[in-house]
């Protein structure tokens, strides 16, 4: 069984900094693209990043140059560096990755979240 767990959130002034972890453990063979999505009180889930395997980036406007996405594939773990943080970047982080399991195919999965909160 596959799970990802995220930590790293808490509580920041506005221009402060975080940085989430989200390590995914199980029957792993590869991870192909993982990422970080949000989700603020009242709005849909958003992308904020993502890296694939080959560290190919890609960011959302309202975080590019405040936020770097990064991976280490030999411990199966995705991070997230949060500079600048502003208000508007409260949210429920979540995690996310593409896994070849036990099964031989390629699956969805995602951590369980973890809240950012960026006062001002």
């Known amino acids: 069984q596959v799970k990802l767990v995220e930590s790293g959130g808490g509580l920041v002034q506005a221009g402060g900094s975080l940085r989430l972890s989200c390590a995914a453990s199980?029957?792993?063979?590869?991870?192909?693209?993982m990422g970080w999505s949000r989700q603020a009180p009242g709005k849909q889930r958003e992308l904020v990043a993502s890296?694939?395997?080959?560290?190919?980036?890609n960011y959302a406007d309202s975080v590019k140059g405040r936020f770097a996405i990064s991976r280490d594939n030999a411990k199966n773990t995705v991070f997230l560096q949060m500079n600048s943080l502003k208000p508007e970047d409260t949210a429920v982080y979540y995690c996310?990755?593409?896994?070849?399991?036990?099964?031989?195919?390629?699956?969805?999965?995602w951590g369980q979240g973890t809240q950012v909160t960026v006062s001002s």
């Open positions: 996310n990755a593409e896994i070849l399991g036990a099964g031989l195919r390629y699956r969805e999965y």
């Open positions: 199980g029957s792993i063979l590869k991870i192909n693209t």
């Open positions: 890296i694939t395997y080959g560290d190919s980036t």
